[in-house]
């Protein structure tokens, strides 16, 4: 979680809160009284093992075993808790990850009365170079998202934006610092959430082109040359089918 909102939500909470923490478990929120994770209890704090943080939220875990709750977040089952029964719930670096996010936001809002939600920023999962030099993003992230006006947009991320007409360069990287790495909403009653369902790879094309040069376009004498590059190949592939073809007769 973005260490600023953590001061500012610990400083939001009233002793009595009852908090939720949901998908919790690499790095616990520790004035959560209760955590819901797919993950064991016993193995919590995982971006320890790599330098990170095993925990926010204060040294004191508001939380124990008995109030861990393991349980797919994503499945058919509710979580085990009552309508509102949360004064506050925490989702931080979650919905990124998971196979069904919309399922997931509507058990946050049954159980919440308000919360706070942190997912990486658009340019972060659109960045080369942040795990692998030709990767755009984290490899197991599965969703471009967009927060605004009271509302989450779930794009699937599509294989095709690790293409560099469709990412940003590595060069972006020094750009995504602090809140440009991350995204949130904080959200009090209800909040709005949709997945985005391109029809055919046309239209994926399209928005993740409209991203790209709504943020730091590309060159446009690079993009002719990429367009004239892809024309050529084209004419070259379909000249082989058609000679295959006549081969074949």
């Known amino acids: ?21 949901v998908g919790g478990w690499a790095c616990p929120f520790n004035r959560a009284n209760w955590v819901i994770d797919a993950e064991p209890y016993e193995t919590r704090g995982f971006y320890r093992t790599f330098g990170g943080r095993a925990s926010q939220g ?17 499945g058919r089952a509710p979580f085990p808790f009552p309508d509102k029964h949360f004064d506050f719930v925490v989702c931080s670096h979650t919905m990124e990850d998971v196979r069904d996010p919309l399922a997931v936001c509507a058990e946050i809002l049954r159980v919440g009365k308000g919360g706070y939600i942190e997912v990486p920023s658009r340019a972060f999962e659109s960045t080369r170079g942040i795990e692998r030099p030709n990767l755009a993003g984290l490899s197991h992230h599965r969703w471009l998202i967009d927060i605004g006006d009271n509302g989450i947009d779930f ?3 599509y294989g095709l934006i690790h293409d560099w007409r469709y990412s940003l360069p590595r ?21 709005k959430f949709r997945e985005l369902v391109p029809h055919g790879m046309v239209e994926v094309e399209a928005e993740l082109a409209r991203y790209i040069r709504a943020t ?27 000679v295959g073809t006549f ?3």
């Open 1 to 21: 979680m973005y260490e600023p909102n953590v001061a500012v939500l610990l400083e939001r909470l009233q002793p009595d809160d009852m908090v939720l923490d």
């Open 58 to 74: 204060g040294e004191e875990e508001w939380f124990s075993a008995e109030t861990w709750v393991r349980h797919d977040i994503c």
């Open 155 to 157: 794009l699937q991320k």
């Open 171 to 191: 060069s972006y990287q020094e750009r995504l610092r602090g809140e440009a790495a991350v995204q949130w909403l904080w959200w009090e009653g209800d909040f």
């Open 216 to 242: 730091s376009p590309h060159p446009s004498w690079k993009l002719a040359l990429d367009d004239q590059r892809r024309r050529v190949w084209h004419l070259v592939r379909r000249a082989r089918e058609v």
């Open 247 to 249: 081969g074949r007769d």
